[in-house]
């Protein structure tokens, strides 16, 4: 693990949302979190540019907490508290 990756709590749950298109990786990551307690975080891998736009938008509509984002070569990880 690297210094920058201690800055943001470890997933419970992971979501491989890679080639899918808009709305999809979204969707599955609601439905993902639904199974999830609160607080607990997934760690979702997309490959959809405006999953960005989405995901913010999405957290902050939803009342969860986007804790971390990157992107590297086109895959965009997000990291969400459940409300």
């Excluded at 920058?4 to 899918?20: C, F, K, R, V, Y």
């Excluded at 999830?36 to 939803?62: E, K, N, P, Y």
């Excluded at 971390?68 to 508290?81: M, P």
Aim: aromatic share 8%.
């Amino acid at each position: 693990m690297t210094d920058m990756q201690a800055e943001w709590p470890e997933a419970d749950a992971t979501l491989d949302a890679s080639g899918l298109n808009c709305p999809l990786p979204l969707l599955k990551a609601k439905l993902e979190l639904n199974r999830l307690a609160s607080g607990a975080v997934l760690q979702v891998t997309a490959t959809d540019a405006g999953s960005q736009r989405d995901f913010r938008a999405f957290a902050r509509l939803a009342g969860h907490t986007l804790v971390h984002e990157d992107e590297a070569a086109g895959v965009y990880r997000y990291w969400l508290r459940k409300a």
